[in-house]
């Protein structure tokens, strides 16, 4: 009996009869089985091979077919996925299916395969008798003549029209076509291109962890933005492919890997894996086998990459780690940091997180030595730390959102030739349209929330649930004329064409980059210098290095003050930091003005004053008092419906069934209605779960998720968990 894993979202597996006349030793966990699953057919991964089942053997279907001979993900992987589903609490099926490519779960082959062509009985002879051949017949003869089959590589080497001919041969039975798996390629001799003299820092912090290798260490590698963290991989990357090991290197945004590969490919000279969702089914296919497999050594991807198979595992390094985008959201809601160091830790390899701004979360578990701290404290080369200062907005006056001191140092830093970086975490040309005779504001009509103006496309959007509609003319409740009310990166777009006529612009956020290429294409203009002023959200906060540019501007810096969530400070800490590394990363000095109507406010304050790892400091102590994480678990049972009643109904019902269960282990805080109550037409509530033990936490989330899932209510709602939440507002 056979119990198998489906993508589908219920928590349990389904007991299977094996395919009839499967022989003995072809089914074994890890391998993929095609089944009947109602009136579809999926493909699902055996989890167990039983001697029984809670069903009468009478009523078990027997599965299809065994589609693999040895399981797509090795031992070590697949039971990391296994624990990643019980620890989050997600279906198995659904994280076994987060794991492997769609092609394989659409039932593709494991290897790659590939047509081959070869003479038939006689027909060598037969052809040897033909008067008259063309050069390409020739030349295919030739080949065919060597003793071997030929494939798509020899074919497409012999040139055009060769096709054509193989055609012919094959119509009169001279040749012979077959399906032949494709060998794994031989792991590829790495050469090396020489790196820059390493400070004292960095050779430091590359000893520390090259005397790890082969065993499990993780590093945190804490440094200043510039400092040359990334010199720091490669050359612990170049350790380890010497020593004929792989690399995984987990980087947040897709934006983020043309940059990383143009790094690694100019650096080493071994095929690299590259995996992120901008990739084709095929393509990803084929750089997962390359990883499986080992013929890529190097492997960069975003956060699903954590669970992709490696021949020789050697190093996993996770750069701007404190990044949120490493948390899943949706679905099965994991963390790919915390997964990468569970999986080093399986491995018997080291882990490096590198970040400037390190999660509160990665800089408890190093000052309780849980993690090696190593510090890269200055700038490599001749950049030095860049000059900051606060622009007031009560004492400035502003034109478009960019006060009058901003306006003056992007002048005098453009005719210095410099480049400048705008930053406002605000997409769109304004966040609302307003009446000023009325007060009517453009509502969202599916969530509560305002809709964005999108002058360009003449469109309100809103951000939130993606609803559409044109931008009215005139006020629908009084008539009067509206306006745009706020700036987004659209509008500071336009404005900078006012203010620097002929000074080429380019602005990169969600709006602007939303094809494969378009990220490459602007950060080619912004490194090759045809773009002067950059405009951009977060994406421009994540890693890039902009040699030329010697300003950045935090046009709204209040943003993040007041957030409810209780890491909207950390993260705001985290984004100036950031953005303010782009400034003065080569031999001119740079400068960055942070605009803000709260200069008091104790985060900037401390801030400006002691950087980040003072801020860090104070955000650590209050995290403590107030038991929030990283001295407590959190987890949040989440719940929405058509109707308001519905989903507070089933929390607390959910919460009155914890009764006493819980006890003085588990706290439950709620439930309540979500910040934003109503999202695409749908009521969300939520109820919080607070532990200062994690095995506490688990050990009640287990048992009280499958009463919940038996609940009336819950049929009447659609409710998640989410472990280790990263918002709770």
Sequence with gaps: MLRVALDAPLRRVFDYLPPPGAAVGACRAGLRVEVRFGRQTKVGLIVEVGRGSDLPTARLKAASVVLDTEPPLDGITFELVRWAADYYHHPLGEALAAALPSALRAGRPLHARETRWQWRADGAQAVAGQPRLGPRQRALVAALSTGASIGEAQLEALGAGVREALKGFASRGWVES??????????????????????????????????TLGTFAPFLLHGVTGSGKTEVYLRSIEAVLARGEQALVLVPEIALTPQAVERFSTR??????????????????????????????????????????????????????????????????????????????RHGIPVVLGSATPSLETLQHAESGRYQRVRLPERAGAAGAPRTAIVDLRMHEERHGIA????????????????????????????????????????????????????????LICHHCGA???????????????????????????????????????????????????????????????????????????????????????????????????????????????VSGRAGRASRPGEVLVQTACPEHPLLVRLMQEGYDGYAKAALAERAEARWPPFSRLALLRADSTAREAALAFLEEARTLAGGAAGNAVRLLGPAAAAMERRAGRFRAQLLLESGSRAALQQFLGPWLESIGALPSARRVRWSIDVDPLEVS
């Design 178 to 211: 077959f399906v032949h798996e494709a060998p794994p390629l031989a792991p590829p001799v790495a050469t090396v291109a020489q790196g820059p003299v390493l400070t004292a820092a960095q050779a430091d912090a590359l000893a520390a962890i090259g005397a």
């Design 268 to 345: 080493y000279s071994v095929p690299l894996a590259v995996l992120h969702s901008g990739l084709t089914d095929s393509e990803r296919l084929q750089m997962w086998r390359a990883a499986r497999s080992g013929a890529a050594p190097i492997v960069i991807g975003t956060r699903s990459a954590v669970f992709v198979p490696l021949a020789r595992p050697g190093i996993v390094i996770v750069d701007e780690e404190h990044d949120a985008s490493y948390k899943q959201q949706e679905g099965f809601r994991y963390s790919a940091r915390d997964l990468a160091v569970l999986r080093a830790q």
């Design 404 to 459: 009058t001191p901003s306006m003056l140092a992007m002048q005098r830093h453009l005719a210095a030739g410099g480049q400048v970086l705008l930053y406002l975490n605000r997409r769109g040309y304004a966040p609302q349209l307003f009446c000023p005779a009325c007060s009517w504001a453009a509502p969202c009509g599916e969530c509560d929330a305002r809709m964005t103006v999108h002058l360009k496309r003449h469109r």
């Design 468 to 578: 559409q509609t044109p931008v009215p003319f005139a006020c629908p409740t009084c008539g009067a004329e509206v306006r745009p009310v706020g700036q987004g990166t659209e509008r500071i777009e336009d404005a900078l064409d006012e203010f620097f006529p002929g000074v080429p612009v380019v602005r990169i956020d969600r709006d602007t980059i939303q094809s494969r290429g378009e990220i490459e294409a602007a950060l080619e203009r912004v490194h090759s210098g045809a773009a002067r002023i950059l405009v951009g959200t977060q994406m421009l906060t994540k890693g890039h290095d902009f040699p030329d540019v010697t300003l950045v501007v935090v046009l709204n810096a209040d943003q993040g003050l007041f957030g409810s969530d209780f890491r909207a400070s950390e993260r705001l800490a985290q984004s100036i930091v950031q």
